[in-house]
Nanobody, 123 residues
Framework: QVQLVESGGGLVQPGGSLRLSCVAS????????MGWYRQAPGKERDVVAM???????NYADSVKGRFTISRDNAKNTVYLQMNSLKPEDTAVYYC?????????????????WGQGTQVTVSS
């Protein structure tokens, strides 16, 4: 099927930067949508930045101008460059990808989550 592996989280001071990476691997036929969500303690999981299946790029209002999502289609990889980090950005960041994978001779839809990577912004 499909596996998502995230990396790049850690502890950073306010105003600092981090870069997250997410690699999708497996019997992938297509990656139709891919991006990042985050979940802070006691809160719901919310979208941070996404490449949608319609070809657009969406950002949460709280990260516009600070975060940039990019992708390497050849590597099925998506990145999240996070600048000017604030304590309120502290959360577990999850990668999500959706598309088709090869199941024998048939393409099947997948919609998977990575295991999450912790981002902590604190002095």
């Amino acid at each position: 099927q499909v596996q998502l592996v995230e990396s790049g989280g850690g502890l950073v001071q306010p105003g600092g930067s981090l870069r997250l990476s997410c690699v999708a691997s497996g019997s992938i036929v297509s990656v139709n949508a891919m991006g990042w969500y985050r979940q802070a303690p006691g809160k719901e999981r919310d979208v941070v930045a996404m490449f949608t299946s319609g070809g657009s790029t969406n950002y949460a209002d709280s990260v516009k101008g600070r975060f940039t999502i990019s992708r390497d289609n050849a590597k099925n990889t998506v990145y999240l460059q996070m600048n000017s980090l604030k304590p309120e950005d502290t959360a577990v960041y999850y990668c999500n990808a959706a598309g088709y994978y090869r199941d024998g001779y048939l393409p099947r839809w997948y919609d998977y989550w990575g295991q999450g990577t912790q981002v902590t912004v604190s002095s």
